[in-house]
């Protein structure tokens, strides 16, 4: 089994709806953080939380430290938020090392 | 703006051949990581560095060294390229235990024939 586990895999939503990934661990963790990559490969980080919850213009990601679960939300999707979306996190331990999950294929339709 | 320079999007090599991907950055940062991503499995962790001159191997070294000289600079090479080595691979730093984020490369997407 993954320690870190995301879903849906894939996700395929019209313009302007609200769209929630989620992402699950297994194991302690000192943060969490939201990647973003387009096609083309580049990967740009959203977010690194380690509690709470943070907005950014549309993107707001919360993490819930007791239950090992953190969600990616994105309001009003536009199709250029088309990208796959990645949660990783820092395992407790002071180790550097990102633990990735899979990753979610959001399509957002005009 | 900070950044994270791979030297190539795209590359094509013939199997035998020796490869270096270079990455370089300019944050000073003291940790750096390469990554290979394939379809359904993800980002999987071949070597990191914290320091210069040091490495580390990750969960999937076989066929891979690297290379840190320099503080700005980690090479990923593959000794003796193969088919199974075609992929994305994708470079990062972070300063400290990754607290303060990670800055990824564009990556190279290397295709061996």
């Known amino acids: 089994k993954n320690e870190v586990e995301q879903s849906p895999q894939n996700l395929t939503a019209q313009e302007g709806e609200f769209i929630t990934i989620n992402c699950s661990y297994s194991v302690g963790i000192s943060a969490l953080h939201w990647l973003q990559q387009h096609p083309g490969g580049g990967i740009v980080s959203l977010f690194m939380?380690?509690?709470g919850k943070k907005k950014h213009g549309r993107l707001i990601a919360t993490i819930n430290i007791q239950e090992k679960h953190s969600s990616l939300h994105i309001t009003a999707s536009h199709p250029r938020d088309s990208a796959v979306y990645i949660c990783?996190?820092?395992?407790?331990?002071?180790?550097?090392?990102?633990?990735f999950g899979k990753g979610t294929k959001l399509t957002v339709n005009p | 703006d900070v950044k994270v320079t791979q030297s190539s999007r795209y590359l094509v090599k013939r199997t035998g051949e020796k490869v270096f991907l270079e990455c370089v950055q300019d944050?000073?940062?003291?940790?750096m990581f390469w990554y290979r991503q394939d379809p359904g499995l993800g980002l999987r962790l071949i070597y990191f560095?914290?320091?210069?001159?040091?490495?580390e191997k990750g969960d999937i070294p076989e066929g891979y060294s690297v290379s840190r000289e320099k503080k700005e600079r980690f090479s990923l090479i593959l000794e003796s390229a193969s088919t199974n080595q075609t992929s994305m691979y994708l470079c990062?730093?972070?300063f400290g235990a990754g607290y303060y984020g990670y800055t990824f490369g564009s990556g190279t997407r290397l295709t061996v024939v």
């Open positions: 939380l380690s509690s």
């Open positions: 990062a730093s972070s």
């Open positions: 560095s914290y320091d210069v001159k040091m490495k």
């Open positions: 944050m000073d940062h003291e940790n």
């Open positions: 990783a996190v820092i395992t407790q331990g002071g180790s550097e090392k990102l633990v």
